[in-house]
């Protein structure tokens, strides 16, 4: 599993903004607060809005669902996590809509208090300090980490397969359908397969 910092998620992402929509994941963990070694498994659900991310919409039609193990570390909490669930993507090349399964797994720490209240040895760019978050009032929100785990998971340029023929650039037409007619899909081959192309067109000069 994955050791989450939330800085590097969002940085790693560029396109993920704000204005994605969430619904609140918290894990009551009053049952296990006061015994050092003690743990719990529960299950998860994260319900996530249609967003913008990478320049195209994506939307979750259904929530990603999980189960969680928590565990008392003593000083701090530490949630072990794996979530499956279903995107709608935008192929890159011929720009329709599919669906692309997605799993995650991913470990985060938890502290009682309020962000800030680190101790001296937590000061900040000490880079041999593993990444925390906080809780209070009995409860782990593990929305923000979940949300940024499923977005870490997604292609950068999303594909339908690895075969799709793309469109044509001259007329627009869905290559994966069959050849366009208009050459404008012979235009757009690599040049470096141009001399090739032109030797199969030869006649055999033995016939």
């Given at each position: 599993m994955r050791r989450y910092n939330t800085?590097?998620?969002?940085?790693?992402?560029?396109?993920?903004?704000?204005?994605?929509?969430?619904f609140p994941v918290r894990i009551d963990v009053a049952d296990i607060k006061q015994e050092v070694g003690s743990h719990k498994l529960t299950d998860l659900s994260v319900t996530l809005d249609s967003a913008e991310f990478g320049g195209?919409?994506?939307?979750?039609?259904?929530?990603?669902?999980g189960k969680a193990k928590i565990w008392n570390l003593g000083d701090r909490l530490l949630v072990q996590a794996e979530l499956q669930g279903e995107v709608r993507l935008t192929c890159s090349r011929c720009l329709r809509e599919y669906t692309q399964p997605v799993?995650?797994?991913?470990?985060?720490?938890?502290?009682?208090?309020e962000p800030g209240a680190?101790?001296?040895?937590?000061?900040d760019g000490d880079e041999s300090v593993e990444p925390v978050s906080f809780y209070s009032d009995d409860e782990l929100d593990v929305t923000e980490v979940a949300r940024d785990h499923i977005l870490l998971a997604l292609p950068m340029k999303p594909l339908c397969s690895e075969a799709c023929q793309g469109l044509c650039p001259r007329c627009g037409k869905d290559l994966n359908e069959g050849p366009c007619g208009c050459g404008g899909a012979e235009e757009n081959v690599d040049p470096r397969l141009a001399v090739l192309k032109d030797l199969l067109r030869k006649p055999d000069s033995n016939s």
């Open positions: 800085a590097c998620a969002r940085a790693a992402r560029p396109g993920a903004g704000p204005g994605l929509g969430w195209a919409e994506v939307r979750f039609d259904r929530p990603f669902t799993s995650v797994s991913f470990e985060e720490e938890f502290r009682e208090g680190e101790g001296p040895d937590e000061e």
